[in-house]
T-cell receptor
Framework: GENVEQHPSTLSVQEGDSAVIKCTYSDSASNYFPWYKQELGKRPQLIID?????GEKKDQRIAVTLNKTAKHFSLHITETQPEDSAVYFCAASRVTGGGNKLTFGTGTQLKVEL | NAGVTQTPKFRILKIGQSMTLQCAQD?????MYWYRQDPGMGLKLIYYSVGAGITDKGEVPNGYNVSRSTTEDFPLRLELAAPSQTSVYFC????????????FGSGTQLSVL
């Protein structure tokens, strides 16, 4: 089955700096790569996703890049703000029409310091 | 729309007890999932369903059972609770079509003592 590794496990940045979180996946058939943000005590919420036919996607201060050859994908957050502090999870799945069975990474605790 | 609703929010069980975690969605989604979240371990798929009457195992199904008698409801049954089942449980749903986004419920914090 799919295996997703995520690094780093914790990340501390100064407000206004950029943050980068990296993930690798093992199944070359995976074609969908979302990122979820989970605030303390809350449910995970999708912040951005990318499909295997796209190399990069951006949404305001958030961007995701995908390198299919290396089986790497990364989340980039620019101009970080205190409200970006949360746990971020990457995930991967092979979407075939039978649902979306995501395999999650172990999470990155991002702390944005004032 | 309420989205995905989970009950209860918190529960303490004794070893060997059984319980059912309830999950309901009002978005007419075909696909539903149960995940468990252990500290520092991400979310792991327990069971999923692609429609009423159809369920299948995920990565960590042992000790759990599910049923899907309607499109809306997807309860998770714990039989003979064990301390290893102490976790936060999230139910989620998604639709067919262009978006694969999972909509999560608010979670159930379960402790087995």
């Amino acid at each position: 089955g799919e295996n997703v590794e995520q690094h780093p496990s914790t990340l501390s940045v100064q407000e206004g700096d950029s943050a980068v979180i990296k993930c690798t996946y093992s199944d070359s058939a995976s074609n969908y790569f979302p990122w979820y943000k989970q605030e303390l005590g809350k449910r995970p919420q999708l912040i951005i996703d990318i499909r295997s036919n796209v190399g990069e996607k951006k949404d305001q201060r958030i961007a995701v890049t995908l390198n299919k050859t290396a089986k790497h994908f990364s989340l980039h957050i620019t101009e970080t703000q205190p409200e970006d502090s949360a746990v971020y999870f990457c995930a991967a799945s092979r979407v075939t029409g039978g649902g979306n069975k995501l395999t999650f990474g172990t999470g990155t605790q991002l702390k944005v310091e004032l | 729309n309420a989205g995905v609703t989970q009950t209860p929010k918190f529960r303490i069980l004794k070893i060997g007890q059984s319980m059912t975690l309830q999950c309901a969605q009002d978005m007419n989604h075909n696909y539903m999932y149960w995940y468990r979240q252990d500290p520092g371990m991400g979310l792991k798929l327990i069971y999923y369903s692609v429609g009423a009457g159809i369920t299948d195992k995920g990565e960590v199904p042992n000790g759990y059972n599910v049923s899907r008698s309607t499109t809306e409801d997807f309860p998770l049954r714990l039989e003979l609770a064990a301390p290893s089942q102490t976790s936060v449980y999230f139910c989620a749903s998604s639709s067919t079509g262009l978006s694969e986004k999972l909509f999560f419920g608010s979670g159930t914090q379960l402790s087995v003592l």
